[in-house]
């Protein structure tokens, strides 16, 4: 007889506490358990947000030996040649969103894109799932729910940013797409395991 997966707990170093509510929902269906672990990984210097992710994740499991996950994400403003990309923490708490708009402010073209690179570490090795999703930035600063840049992200075929549409940044962000991606190779891979 087949064994139904068993629910998995998966260690989530963030001390995001938004990033943490938004994953814990977004893998619920998957009867996946986060744990959130406030503890702050090494963080390599990287353009790259998975090589950054991937590092911090090999990294945390040589010292917590559990599965666990690392995300590192960014926005990526095309006119701004990917800037602030890997360092969007850093600008956010310097200039904030009020900044990007400054740094936007005689420029017409307004592609961006948001990137979350989330690294799974197990016995096994380490795993990147990547999460895309374009759209614009505002002319303005809608303040609303969310965090970071959700004021003034606006997603491609939609009117309003993240901060005043939260079940569409549920359905289609950046983090949604990749824990999502995360959420089914655990389910494929649990199935396997108990075959
Ligand atoms: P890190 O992944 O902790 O390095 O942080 C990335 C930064 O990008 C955050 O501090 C936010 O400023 C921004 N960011 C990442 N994801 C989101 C999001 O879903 N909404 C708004 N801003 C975000």
Do not use: W
């Not at 064994?3 to 998995?8: T, V």
């Not at 994953?23 to 947000?49: H, M, R």
């Not at 708490?93 to 900044?99: K, R």
């Amino acid at each position: 007889m087949k064994k139904r997966p068993r629910s998995r707990s998966v260690l989530f170093l963030t001390s995001n506490r938004h990033k943490f509510a938004e994953a814990q929902t977004i893998l619920k269906p998957f009867n996946i358990k986060l744990i959130q672990k406030p503890a702050k990984g090494i963080e390599i210097q990287s353009d790259s947000v998975e090589e950054v992710a991937r590092v911090c994740a090999k990294d945390a499991y040589g010292r917590f030996c559990v599965p666990l996950l690392v995300e590192d994400s960014g926005l990526f403003i095309g006119a701004l040649n990917g800037f602030p990309g890997a360092y969007s923490a850093a600008i956010y708490n310097q200039v904030g969103c009020e900044g990007i708009l400054r740094l936007l402010a005689q420029e017409r073209r307004r592609f961006a894109r948001f990137v979350c690179a989330l690294a799974y570490a197990d016995s096994r090795g380490v795993r990147v799932f990547k999460g895309i999703v374009s759209g614009k930035i505002a002319s303005k600063i809608h303040k609303g729910a969310g965090f970071g840049y959700d004021p003034i992200f606006i997603p491609k075929g939609h009117t309003k940013p993240f901060s005043a549409a939260p079940e569409t940044k549920a359905k289609l962000s950046h983090r949604a797409r990749a824990f999502k991606a995360f959420g089914r190779f655990l389910a494929k891979q649990a199935k396997h395991d108990t075959r």
